[in-house]
């Protein structure tokens, strides 16, 4: 595991989906399911837009947007910086 973000440390090797999916599992999945929440991948596009759902407590919260693009967002284009934009999917 790589000590900043818990993902496996093999990046180089893996798909952009697995990467998304490592991020997705080791940091902001235990973060939304902390507050009752949890997120969902749907795809990427051709263009390495992340399409995502959110759920639970998450879904309809009026912080949602902010939830998807000041926080999941970030820190996937911070750790992935091939990452074009995060697509909020109801």
């Known amino acids: 595991m790589c000590e900043k973000c818990g993902c496996s440390g093999t990046n180089a090797e893996q798909t952009l989906e ?3 999916t490592d ?3 080791s940091v902001i999945r235990p973060a939304l399911q902390g507050h009752g929440g949890d997120v969902e991948l749907i795809g990427i596009d051709d263009d390495k837009n992340i399409k995502l759902r959110l759920q639970g407590a998450c879904q309809g919260c009026p912080g949602a947007a902010m939830t998807m693009k000041a926080g999941i967002e970030r820190l996937l ?3 992935l910086p091939e990452v074009n934009k995060v697509i909020a999917v109801n």
């Open 18 to 20: 697995q990467k998304v």
């Open 23 to 25: 991020l997705i599992d």
């Open 77 to 79: 284009k911070e750790k």
